[in-house]
């Protein structure tokens, strides 16, 4: 609840001002998909593939921001739907500032999903990517889905908790028919169709 002692501060510079400083609009893509689906590996591409193009642009990525902002939440469903609503507020100052902002999140939940876009209105974007259950499984870049199923994580979503896909997201990657550079390109075209000043 928010207290009702509390005022918004306007500031002197508007979104507009920021995007002509820019070259280009705020906004945030909103990568989501299975642990392995290759959120961080994308998102840390595209920024270096956006920063060398001009862009202000940074990655959240779920790992780090649990190091430090959510730090404090485990990964119950009340924590997941907490960590993201914390991702979605971050995402929206970020984009706001004329940043385009890059999110790595599995963020199981359509609910939560919808929540950030509410949060973060027109400028969010929504990106799925899909590999599929086994692919993701068979990469398992961090062993998590080895210990999931030896029981030794709870709650592990594809496994033990469920993933809820994107029925229309913006743009869906296939990232097991896709290589990394394929879907760079990709998301590039799509990033100047979608926030690039003419």
Partial sequence: MVS?????????VSEQQRWQKHGHSGGVLWFTGLSGSGKSTLAMALEVELFARGYETFVLDGDNLRHGLNANLGFSDEDRSENIRRVGEVAALFAKSGVVVLTAFISPFISDRNRARDIIGDAFHEIHLDPGLAACEARDPKGLYKKARAGEIPDFTGISS?????ESP????????QSVEQSIEQLSVYVDRIFRLA
Avoid: C, F, K, M
């Fill in 4 to 12: 009702s002692n509390i005022t918004a501060v306007s500031h002197g």
């Fill in 162 to 166: 469920p993933y809820e896909a994107p």
């Fill in 170 to 177: 913006e743009l869906r990657i296939d990232t097991q028919q």
